[in-house]
Nanobody, 125 residues
Protein backbone atom coordinates (compact mmCIF):
# COMPACT_ATOMS: atom_id res chain seq x y z
CA UNK A 1 0.00 0.00 0.00
CA UNK A 2 1.04 3.60 -0.61
CA UNK A 3 0.82 5.81 2.47
CA UNK A 4 3.88 8.01 2.04
CA UNK A 5 4.75 10.64 -0.57
CA UNK A 6 8.34 11.31 -1.68
CA UNK A 7 9.62 14.37 -3.49
CA UNK A 8 12.89 16.12 -4.31
CA UNK A 9 14.42 13.76 -6.83
CA UNK A 10 15.95 14.94 -10.06
CA UNK A 11 19.04 15.10 -12.23
CA UNK A 12 22.31 16.33 -10.77
CA UNK A 13 25.97 16.20 -11.77
CA UNK A 14 28.46 14.17 -9.80
CA UNK A 15 29.53 16.04 -6.69
CA UNK A 16 26.21 17.83 -6.40
CA UNK A 17 23.49 17.62 -3.78
CA UNK A 18 19.80 16.84 -3.49
CA UNK A 19 17.38 16.76 -0.58
CA UNK A 20 14.57 14.23 -0.61
CA UNK A 21 11.41 14.69 1.45
CA UNK A 22 8.80 12.19 2.57
CA UNK A 23 5.42 13.12 4.03
CA UNK A 24 3.01 10.87 5.91
CA UNK A 25 -0.27 12.71 5.34
CA UNK A 26 -2.68 10.30 7.06
CA UNK A 27 -0.55 8.88 9.84
CA UNK A 28 0.57 10.02 13.27
CA UNK A 29 4.20 10.72 12.47
CA UNK A 30 5.26 10.43 16.10
CA UNK A 31 4.45 6.71 16.03
CA UNK A 32 6.70 5.78 13.15
CA UNK A 33 10.31 4.98 12.56
CA UNK A 34 11.19 5.95 8.99
CA UNK A 35 13.71 4.88 6.40
CA UNK A 36 14.97 5.29 2.88
CA UNK A 37 15.68 2.52 0.40
CA UNK A 38 16.77 2.66 -3.23
CA UNK A 39 16.68 0.45 -6.28
CA UNK A 40 19.00 0.89 -9.24
CA UNK A 41 18.36 -0.64 -12.68
CA UNK A 42 19.10 -4.36 -12.63
CA UNK A 43 19.67 -4.43 -8.88
CA UNK A 44 17.66 -5.36 -5.82
CA UNK A 45 16.25 -2.78 -3.48
CA UNK A 46 18.82 -1.83 -0.86
CA UNK A 47 18.82 -0.04 2.47
CA UNK A 48 20.06 3.55 2.53
CA UNK A 49 19.22 5.09 5.92
CA UNK A 50 16.71 4.98 8.76
CA UNK A 51 15.72 7.07 11.76
CA UNK A 52 13.72 6.37 14.89
CA UNK A 53 10.77 8.33 16.26
CA UNK A 54 12.86 10.80 18.27
CA UNK A 55 15.45 11.33 15.54
CA UNK A 56 18.32 10.44 17.86
CA UNK A 57 18.83 6.92 16.48
CA UNK A 58 20.05 6.72 12.87
CA UNK A 59 21.57 4.06 10.64
CA UNK A 60 23.30 4.31 7.28
CA UNK A 61 24.50 1.95 4.61
CA UNK A 62 28.28 1.94 4.33
CA UNK A 63 28.04 3.24 0.79
CA UNK A 64 26.41 6.51 1.89
CA UNK A 65 27.97 7.18 5.30
CA UNK A 66 29.48 10.67 5.60
CA UNK A 67 27.65 11.77 2.46
CA UNK A 68 23.94 11.33 3.28
CA UNK A 69 22.06 12.57 6.34
CA UNK A 70 18.60 11.46 7.42
CA UNK A 71 16.51 13.74 9.63
CA UNK A 72 12.89 14.37 10.53
CA UNK A 73 10.46 17.07 11.56
CA UNK A 74 7.60 15.45 13.42
CA UNK A 75 5.60 18.68 13.54
CA UNK A 76 5.47 18.52 9.73
CA UNK A 77 5.13 14.73 9.54
CA UNK A 78 8.18 14.76 7.28
CA UNK A 79 11.45 12.87 7.00
CA UNK A 80 14.36 14.12 4.89
CA UNK A 81 17.38 12.64 3.17
CA UNK A 82 20.11 15.17 2.47
CA UNK A 83 22.42 13.74 -0.17
CA UNK A 84 25.80 15.38 -0.72
CA UNK A 85 28.78 14.46 -2.89
CA UNK A 86 26.53 12.44 -5.13
CA UNK A 87 28.07 9.81 -7.37
CA UNK A 88 26.75 8.05 -10.48
CA UNK A 89 26.43 4.91 -8.35
CA UNK A 90 23.74 6.72 -6.33
CA UNK A 91 21.43 6.74 -9.35
CA UNK A 92 18.26 4.89 -8.37
CA UNK A 93 14.62 5.20 -7.47
CA UNK A 94 14.49 6.20 -3.81
CA UNK A 95 11.65 4.93 -1.64
CA UNK A 96 10.47 6.18 1.71
CA UNK A 97 9.32 3.59 4.26
CA UNK A 98 7.69 3.65 7.67
CA UNK A 99 6.63 1.42 10.55
CA UNK A 100 4.14 2.04 13.38
CA UNK A 101 6.49 0.44 15.91
CA UNK A 102 8.30 2.69 18.34
CA UNK A 103 11.86 1.77 19.13
CA UNK A 104 15.06 1.34 17.19
CA UNK A 105 14.91 2.07 13.49
CA UNK A 106 14.86 -1.01 11.23
CA UNK A 107 17.48 -1.49 8.54
CA UNK A 108 15.77 -4.23 6.53
CA UNK A 109 12.75 -4.15 4.25
CA UNK A 110 10.69 -6.51 6.40
CA UNK A 111 10.92 -4.04 9.27
CA UNK A 112 8.74 -1.56 7.37
CA UNK A 113 5.14 -1.90 6.25
CA UNK A 114 4.28 1.51 4.76
CA UNK A 115 5.88 2.70 1.53
CA UNK A 116 5.87 5.51 -0.97
CA UNK A 117 5.90 5.20 -4.74
CA UNK A 118 9.47 6.43 -5.12
CA UNK A 119 11.31 9.40 -6.57
CA UNK A 120 13.98 9.17 -9.26
CA UNK A 121 17.51 10.36 -8.54
CA UNK A 122 19.90 10.48 -11.48
CA UNK A 123 23.55 11.46 -11.09
CA UNK A 124 25.51 12.16 -14.26
CA UNK A 125 29.26 11.93 -14.59
Amino acid sequence: QVDLVESGGGLVQAGGSLRLSCVAPELSFNIYAMGWFRQAPGKEREFVASINWSGRDTYYADSVKDRFTISRDNAKSTVYLQMNSLEPEDTAVYYCAGTPKKGTAPVEEFGFNYWGMGTQVTVSS
